[in-house]
């Protein structure tokens, strides 16, 4: 079944390499350099659930990267690149996930290795696991691809439709993981799942520490607030490299006639508040992402994004990578 799978997913690869302008207007990454062995991770979307633009909106926000492609971001994802080991790995499966496949295989070509060594799901949320449906059979029609889910999330997928014949044809194979016990991808790259709080109608929700040779990565893109967490935001950020953070609206008001205590989410000038005080070289590490279509930091140049910057923060490039040796 994995030689099966492994050569299903190699051919899509190949076939998408095939493709002319394999990566997606906003993408600011570039192929694996010849040689080139390191581990890193991959940005492959900074957006909210519903990305940028988003359906039914005709904001300024949305009108704009309407008439110029080169505006949309995808919903946020991480990739885990390691040259030396078979596959790659996906965090969360988004609604964009065909898109984020295609540049992950440009950015990342391995075409002699199974294209998705696993998918590694932080909560049931659409924008996070609504891509599983690509692996189905009315689509890749893929064999056995790992999915590592908390328990809550392995009860919700093996439960409901359409995610049940998934799992009863064999298109994936759910992996169960632990709060704060490692799965090990090879020799050199660990992932470790660990409780936030969230709105966790269906499942449980995590955020991941990613752990290579030399460097680590924290990764919460979705959070209630840092205040609800019985752990210390600048602990998580002191312990890593990088932090990709939950950015998800940037301040109040930010969606007219809603109230943002319906989501819950830190605001960005929360968060920059909070960490203000921590020296350069620890802020520098944040890099804020799962950006709503209407929030102004996901706009070059914008007042918010230059705030973020001149405060000694970040805004999550889509195409960005991130070493881990």
């Known amino acids: 079944m994995a030689r099966a799978a492994a050569a299903r997913i190699r051919l899509l690869g190949l076939a998408l390499l095939a493709l002319p302008g394999a990566a997606w207007p906003g993408e600011r990454g570039r192929s694996q350099r010849t040689g080139d062995t390191s581990p890193y991770v991959l940005v492959l979307g900074i957006a909210q659930d519903g990305g940028l633009p988003q359906a039914g909106c005709d904001r300024e926000c949305c009108r704009k990267a309407w008439a110029d492609p080169r505006r949309a971001r995808r919903v946020a994802c991480l990739a885990i690149v390691d040259p030396l080991t078979p596959g790659r790995w996906l965090i969360d499966a ?24 696993g998918i590694f799901l932080t909560h049931a949320h659409v924008g996070h696991y609504a ?67 969230h709105r966790d109608e269906y499942s449980e929700t995590v955020g991941f520490r990613i ?49 943002l205590t319906e989501v819950p989410h830190p605001l960005i000038v929360e968060t920059v508040r909070r960490l203000a005080s921590l020296p350069p070289e620890e802020r520098d590490k944040v890099r804020f992402t799962h950006l709503n279509h209407t929030n102004p930091a996901l706009q070059d140049g914008s007042p918010a994004a230059r705030a973020i910057r001149e405060a000694g923060f970040r805004v999550a490039e889509q195409g960005e990578r991130f070493p881990l040796d």
């Open 131 to 197: 891509g599983l449906m690509h692996l189905g059979r009315e689509a890749l029609g893929a064999h056995g691809v790992r999915v590592h889910v908390m328990p809550r999330m392995q009860a919700f997928l093996s439960a409901n439709g359409p995610w049940d014949l998934l799992v009863r044809l064999g298109n994936i194979e759910l992996a169960p993981m632990r709060e704060d016990v490692p799965v090990a991808l090879g020799p050199r790259v660990r992932v470790t799942p660990f409780l936030v709080p």
């Open 94 to 117: 988004t609604p964009d996930f065909k898109d984020q496949l295609r540049a992950l295989n440009a950015i990342a070509p391995m075409p002699e290795a199974p294209g998705l060594g």
């Open 211 to 259: 752990d290579g040779p030399g460097r680590a990565v924290a990764y919460v893109p979705d959070i209630d607030k840092w205040e609800t967490w019985g752990r210390r935001l600048e602990d998580l950020v002191a312990g890593v490299d990088a932090a990709y953070l939950d950015g998800t609206f940037y301040a109040e008001g930010e969606i007219p006639g809603r109230s």
